[in-house]
């Protein structure tokens, strides 16, 4: 067995092993059960005061509720994303846990590509957990079908579905760019919670500048996340289906679209980024 | 193994020439005071410390590419590295994965070894410090190594814990060829079980050889207490095989013999030349007395 599969294979054990990761999973599914539970209470509530029902309110379908549910969760697993991964590397270096892979015929290439493998497996991990438990609560808890406002048809059922799948797989990218951030931030800062903070600033960056970066901010990953992002398309696909008028504009296609391609320059640059800075790192 | 390795951090020197042999199947035992530099020179040995200038092997492969040693190794440094979010047992089949074995010595027979199979499923922060320690053993163990590097191994064990550690340390290089190095600054119980040692002291080798030339070199102390110090101190000059004769405050002599000195003939002269002998004391040569005489030594120079 080469070193990297070796690597891998240990990282995989850690994955399934570690507290914190199992947590995490749970966090997330949690947070999509929560957003869609509480939405339906606060239905049920409005129902009973006379505020009208499921032909009364797009947000009443399927469709909007996954998206935001969905949301939510990624929201959630982006959050613990950049602290799990920025924070776990500092940690085993500071208690000595990081030395053991070098004594063990692992080279710090080798162990620091399966670490940002490893990540890149949280955040697929994340991703479904994401959907899949915002999928299973909205399905069991509203009806899919067309869209409906104030008791007319808003929009079909088949004009719905095309931007939502979109916003999830448009959703992965950003994510991976993330977990790849948060380990280059992990391998090249001494302290795991200095890592998660400047990881954090950043991609909130994006968003603090949005206005001043104008039309070049979806060439940043972080303004893409499904998220925390400012030009979240999963954001935009929750509005569209909510029936809220300005959401996902004909020029978003164009936004869309960098969006899809910026994300992957950024993870192979953090990956690079992060082998060297790994090299020399004192242990 | 290191030649003239020296590191600097900023303005400090923290090696400035570290000159370590070790060769195959021996107990060696890397000593010095605390912060001496023992576990930084372990640390530039394994690249996990990049140094200025020398050079650092294992099996002949320089430190930077130590993944390319075929050997199986075991590493045990100090702070032991144990993952306190994984049990003693998953962090041993971590490192079992990491290392691909498949045969040798396993989880449980490396454990049964450090007498740690009782603490198994404990999580790495419910044990203690020496526990920690024997656990880092124990990962060092797996799968038969060939060398193993250990840092401060007995450093807060007990001392049925050191005894258990040490005879294992000798038994591993006797019956298996296994070369051991360990590092330590409790030079008492090392001794015991070192084929050969290397003394290091403010980032410097002041000393290395052979446990026994060493303290044979060194000799056994002497400690007199009489009445008439002038005439047992000129029977102790004229005694064959007695040297550094020093008085001392009150009535009080030593001196330095060969560890083969034969003292019976010697306490004889002195009663029968009617000194007022109230006490005859024979300390034998350790490692700490020949420490302290090399650091001494070291800084004279």
């Known amino acids: 067995m080469t070193g990297l599969w070796r690597s891998f294979s240990a990282e995989l054990y850690l994955l399934r092993q570690r507290k914190g990761f199992r947590i995490g999973i749970l966090l997330v599914a949690f947070a999509a059960i929560l957003r869609i539970g509480v939405a339906l209470l606060l239905f049920r509530l409005g129902e009973s005061a006379g505020n009208g029902g499921p032909e009364d309110h797009a947000t009443w379908n399927f469709w909007p509720q996954l998206a935001h549910g969905a949301r939510t969760a990624l929201f959630f697993a982006e959050l613990l994303l950049l602290g799990l991964v920025a924070g776990a590397l500092p940690r085993e270096v500071d208690s000595g846990a990081a030395r053991d892979p070098f004594s063990r015929r692992i080279s710090r290439s080798a162990f620091m590509t399966s670490r940002i493998l490893s990540s890149l497996c949280v955040a697929i991990l994340f991703w479904l957990v994401a959907l899949g438990a915002a999928w299973l609560t909205a399905s069991l808890l509203f009806e899919a079908g067309d869209i409906m406002e104030g008791g007319d048809l808003y929009l079909e059922e088949s004009e719905v579905t095309g931007p939502i799948y979109a916003a999830f797989w448009h959703a992965l990218p950003p994510m991976l760019a993330l977990a790849t951030l948060a380990t280059l931030l992990s391998a090249a800062l001494r302290r795991g919670v200095v890592a998660a903070g400047v990881c954090f600033g950043l991609i909130l960056l994006p968003g603090i500048f949005h206005d001043t970066l104008g039309s070049i901010a979806p060439w940043f990953f972080a303004d893409t996340l499904a998220g925390f992002g400012e030009d979240s398309f999963l954001a935009e696909a929750a509005g569209f289906a909510s029936a809220i008028a300005q959401a996902y504009p004909a020029d978003f296609d164009a936004i869309v679209e960098i969006g899809w391609i910026a994300s992957w320059p950024a993870i192979l640059c953090f990956a690079l980024l992060a082998l060297l800075t790994f090299r020399r790192r004192p242990l | ?301």
């Open chain 2, 1 to 301: 193994m290191t030649r003239s390795l020296s590191l600097r951090f900023g303005k400090m020197d923290i090696l400035k020439g570290v000159n370590l042999q070790v060769e195959q199947g021996q107990v060696y035992g890397l000593l010095g005071r605390n912060g001496a530099g023992k576990t930084t020179t372990l640390r530039c040995a394994l690249g996990f410390q990049p140094f200025r200038s020398g050079s650092a092997e294992i099996f002949g492969v320089p430190a930077q590419e130590l993944h390319l040693v075929s050997q199986q190794l075991g590493v045990a440094l100090d702070p032991p590295g144990m993952d306190d979010t994984l049990t003693v047992r998953q962090n041993l089949e971590l490192a079992r994965i990491r290392s691909g074995l498949r045969a040798g010595r396993g989880v449980d027979e490396a454990l049964a070894l450090v007498g740690l199979s009782h603490r198994a499923d404990n999580a790495g922060d419910k044990l203690s410090h020496g526990q920690s320690r024997r656990a880092a053993v124990a990962r060092a163990l797996l799968g038969r190594p060939s060398l193993l590097l250990l840092d401060e191994p007995l450093s807060g064990l007990d001392p049925e814990g050191v005894e258990v550690l040490l005879a294992l340390f000798r038994r591993l290089a006797d019956e298996e060829g296994v070369t051991v190095l360990l590092s330590s600054h409790h030079l008492r119980e090392v001794q015991h079980v070192c084929d050969r040692v290397g003394m290091i002291e403010q980032g410097v080798t002041v000393l290395e050889g052979r446990v026994d030339s060493l303290l044979q070199e060194a000799g056994d102390g002497l400690r007199l207490e009489c009445k008439d110090l002038d005439r047992a101190e000129a029977l102790l000059e004229t005694t064959t095989g007695v040297r550094d004769v020093q008085r001392q405050k009150g009535s009080v002599l030593r001196a330095q013999v060969d560890s083969t000195f034969e003292a019976n003939p010697l306490i004889h002269a002195l009663v029968q030349a009617d000194v007022g002998l109230s006490d005859f004391t024979r300390d034998r040569a350790n490692l700490v007395d020949v420490f302290q005489r090399a650091v001494a030594k070291a800084v004279q120079a």
